[in-house]
C-alpha cells in the first residue's frame, strides 16, 4: 500500500475505534457484516487483509465493552448456557496445555472457545437493545442475498472462468460428481451453505412475524434465491439442518410448516422416482457417509481407550493449525462430526459439557421466546432456537462449530437472544419502542 493508501486506512481505522467506543454493540455489528466476507477480502487484498482482524475486532469492542459498562447497574448475567461452555472450555484448556507447547497450545484454544466466550461477555455488559437486534437481522437478509447472489453467478460462469479469477483447484474451486459447488465469498462450500441455512431459518422467521413489512416482503419474495444459492454449494449438512431447523419450528408455533415440509417430502419422493441425474445421484450418494462412519468406527475405540481425550486440538482444522506450527508430516484426521471430535479430544467429560451447553441454548431459546414482549423479539428467539437444533444436527456430519463464520454467528445470535431479557439502556430503548408501535 502507498503512503497515501496507507494514511487513509487509518483515518478509517480511528474514526471506526472511535464510533465503537461510543457504543461497543457497533463492534458486533461490524463483525456479522464483514465476517461473511472474510476469505474473499483475504482474496483480493492478499497480505494487506490482515486474517487477524476478526479477534481484534472482537478484542477492542470487548475492551470498550469493560470500559463502558455501567458497573453500578450492571445487567443480571442472563446466558446460562454460558456457564456450561467455561466448564467446557476449562476442560479444554488443561488438556492444550497438557499435550501442546503453550505457544501451540493457544491456537485450538482459540479456535475452539474465543467466540464463545467474548460474545457473551460483550452482550452481557453491553445488551443489544432492539434496533441493535433489528439491525443484525437486516445484515444478516443481506449479506445471505449478496452471498447467495455471488454463488449462484459462479455456476453461471463455471470452474475455468473462476479459476481464470485466481482461484485454485481441489482448494477454492472443488467438485461433487460433475457439479460444482459454489463456495462464493467463504472460500469453501460448507461454511456459504450453512450461513445461507441459518439465514433462512432466523430471517425467515422473523420475517413471517411481520410479513407487511417491507424488508421481510423482499426477504420471503427472494426465498428462493437463499434456498438456490444453498443448494448450489452441495452441502447435505446444510439441508439436514434446514430440515431439522424446518421441523422445530413447525412444532413449536407454524404448523403450516410441517405441512410445507410434507408436501415438499412428497414432491421430493415422486421427483427421485421419475428423474435422475448428477444432482440427485451427488445427494443421494452413500460413499462419503460410509467413509465417515468407518472413521468414527476406528475412532470409538480411541475414546474407551482414552477416557479423557487425546488433547485439544489433534483432529479437525485445530490440528491443521497445530501441524503447521510443530512441523508436523502427518496429515491430520478430519472426524466430520463435532461431537466426535469433541469425544476423541476431551472424552466423554468434555463431550457431555459440550451437548450440555447445546441443550441449555435450546431449553434457554424457547423459554426467552414463550416470554418475549413483542412479536419481533418472539420470531427472534424463535429463528435462533431453531438455529441452536440445526446446528446441532448439522454437527452430525461437520465440524459446524470450528467452520468460520457460523461458529461464530452461532455464538452471536444466543447472546442476542439473550439480549431479549436483559435489562435494556432507557433513552434508546424508549424511542425504539415507539419507533416500533408507529404505524407502517
Not at 450461513?195 to 430471517?203: F, G
Not at 460410509?290 to 481407550?305: K, N, Q
Not at 435462533?384 to 452471536?412: G, H, K, N, Q, R
Request: with cysteine; glycine share 8%; charged share 10%.
Amino acid at each position: 500500500m502507498s503512503t497515501v493508501e496507507l494514511a487513509l486506512a487509518g483515518i478509517v481505522a480511528l474514526a471506526g475505534a472511535w464510533w465503537i467506543w461510543l457504543r461497543p454493540q457497533r463492534g458486533l455489528l461490524v463483525f456479522a457484516a464483514v465476517s461473511p466476507l472474510h476469505y474473499i477480502l483475504i482474496f483480493w487484498f492478499g497480505a494487506s487483509f490482515h486474517s487477524g482482524w476478526k479477534e481484534a475486532l472482537l478484542g477492542y469492542t470487548a475492551v470498550c465493552a469493560l470500559a463502558r459498562a455501567p458497573w453500578r447497574r450492571l445487567p443480571r448475567f442472563n446466558q446460562p448456557w454460558a456457564y456450561v461452555f467455561v466448564a467446557f472450555a476449562a476442560i479444554g484448556t488443561i488438556s492444550a496445555v497438557s499435550t501442546l507447547p503453550l505457544n501451540v497450545a493457544l491456537s485450538p484454544i482459540k479456535i475452539t472457545f474465543f467466540y464463545g466466550l467474548v460474545f457473551p461477555l460483550v452482550v452481557w455488559l453491553r445488551p443489544l437493545d432492539s434496533r441493535d437486534r433489528d439491525h443484525l437481522v437486516s445484515i444478516m437478509m443481506v449479506m445471505g442475498l449478496i452471498t447467495g447472489v455471488y454463488g449462484i453467478y459462479q455456476q453461471i460462469i463455471g470452474p475455468e472462468a473462476l479459476a481464470a479469477q485466481g482461484f485454485q483447484y481441489n482448494t477454492d474451486i472443488r467438485t461433487a460428481g460433475s457439479l460444482l459447488r459454489s463456495f462464493s465469498t467463504f472460500g469453501q462450500p460448507f461454511p456459504f451453505a450453512l450461513y445461507e441455512m441459518v439465514t433462512l431459518l432466523v430471517c425467515g422467521v422473523v420475517a413471517a412475524g411481520d410479513p407487511r413489512r417491507l424488508r421481510n416482503t423482499a426477504f420471503l419474495i427472494l426465498t428462493p434465491v437463499y434456498l438456490i444459492a444453498m443448494s448450489t454449494a452441495v452441502v447435505r449438512a446444510a439441508f439436514l439442518g434446514l430440515i431439522v431447523g424446518l421441523l422445530w419450528i413447525g412444532f413449536l408455533r407454524y404448523r403450516r410448516v410441517l405441512t410445507a415440509l410434507g408436501v415438499a417430502a412428497v414432491a421430493a419422493a415422486v421427483g427421485a422416482a421419475l428423474f435422475s441425474g448428477p444432482v440427485l445421484s451427488t445427494f443421494l450418494s452413500s460413499n462419503s457417509l460410509g467413509e465417515r462412519g468407518s472413521g468414527w468406527t476406528e475412532s470409538i475405540t480411541s475414546v474407551l481407550s482414552n477416557p479423557f481425550g487425546i488433547g485439544l486440538g489433534t483432529t479437525g482444522s485445530a490440528a491443521e493449525v497445530v501441524a503447521k506450527a510443530t512441523g508436523a508430516t502427518s496429515v491430520p484426521y478430519q472426524p466430520d462430526n463435532y461431537f466426535m471430535k469433541v469425544a476423541i479430544e476431551l472424552g466423554p467429560l468434555g463431550l457431555w459439557a459440550f451437548v450440555g451447553v447445546l441443550v441449555v441454548a435450546t431449553a434457554f431459546t424457547v423459554r426467552a421466546m414463550r416470554s418475549a414482549t413483542s412479536e419481533f423479539d418472539r420470531s427472534l428467539c424463535l429463528g435462533v432456537s431453531a438455529m441452536v437444533v440445526a446446528a446441532s444436527a448439522a454437527a452430525l456430519v461437520s465440524t459446524y462449530f470450528e467452520i468460520f463464520p457460523d461458529d461464530a454467528y452461532f455464538w452471536l445470535l444466543l447472546s442476542a437472544a439473550a439480549s431479549t431479557v436483559a435489562a435494556p439502556t432507557p433513552t434508546r430503548d424508549t424511542t425504539t419502542a415507539a419507533m416500533a408501535a408507529a404505524p407502517r
